[in-house]
């Protein structure tokens, strides 16, 4: 028996989350990329609920699950971008191929009707179908950006452009380490795993969520700290 109760308060907290953080003060491309961040983690997390307890019989929302997370990877490097010095270009080079590709996808999967369907939902999770080869695609574009990820906040982190960047940078690599390590080896243990990694995956990004709130509280600090250091003109 499927309980939504994980995904509305996994939903809740990244809604209050990206509602705080746009709220902030700091660099805004940082703060709307986290933000997007996470209103595409809460998205997820409406869809699967509203599928797994109002609308199982849908053809539609198993596909908008997938188009929805599609987002996450390259919005992510497109983050880490940010906070590079050096490499900085390289990352957003592929942080713009991954997000063309990103709207290339939302067409196949929106026309495809047979991208994907709902196998079934068990206690907090769902399981998903895939009849076409083309997920395999799909599959390779995605962990291409996860991979990406780690490794542009990985290089921010070991050669940080500065001091508050690289903690910044950290913060991402070990907020995405955190959440991929335990969701594919919690996908690997369940009793019937096929079709289940991506829903475990958005229920353990909440960690990856919980970092970047922290990105974000660094960097209003650190953006408050300097209107505190500026010299106000007489």
Request: charged fraction near 10%; glycine fraction near 10%; proline fraction near 7%.
């Amino acid at each position: 028996m499927y309980s939504p109760a994980l995904a509305v308060a996994t939903a809740g907290f990244e809604l209050g989350a990206a509602a705080w953080v746009l709220r902030g003060q700091g660099r805004r491309p940082v703060l709307f990329v986290t933000t997007a961040l996470l209103l595409f983690l809460a998205a997820y997390q409406i869809v699967e609920a509203t599928l797994c307890s109002i609308a199982p019989g849908s053809s539609f929302l198993p596909r908008l699950a997938f188009m929805v997370v599609t987002w996450l990877p390259p919005l992510g490097v497109l983050l880490v971008s940010f906070l590079l010095g050096a490499g900085a270009g390289v990352a957003r080079g592929f942080a713009a191929a991954m997000l063309t590709c990103a709207v290339v996808i939302q067409f196949w999967i929106g026309f495809d009707p047979s991208f994907a369907r709902l196998s079934v939902c068990e206690a907090v999770y769902a399981r998903y179908s895939h009849p076409t080869p083309g997920f395999l695609a799909y599959s390779g574009f995605y962990w291409t950006g996860l991979l990406g990820l780690v490794v542009f906040s990985g290089y921010g982190a070991a050669r940080p452009r500065d001091p508050h960047n690289g903690r910044l940078a950290r913060l991402v690599l070990t907020g995405s380490l955190a959440f991929l390590g335990p969701a594919v080896i919690t996908a690997q243990l369940l009793p019937a795993s096929d079709g289940a990694l991506p829903s475990v995956m958005c229920h353990f990004a909440v960690i990856l969520a919980a970092f970047l709130v922290r990105l974000a509280h660094l960097e209003q600090g650190f953006a408050a700290d300097l209107q505190r250091e500026t010299p106000v003109p007489i």
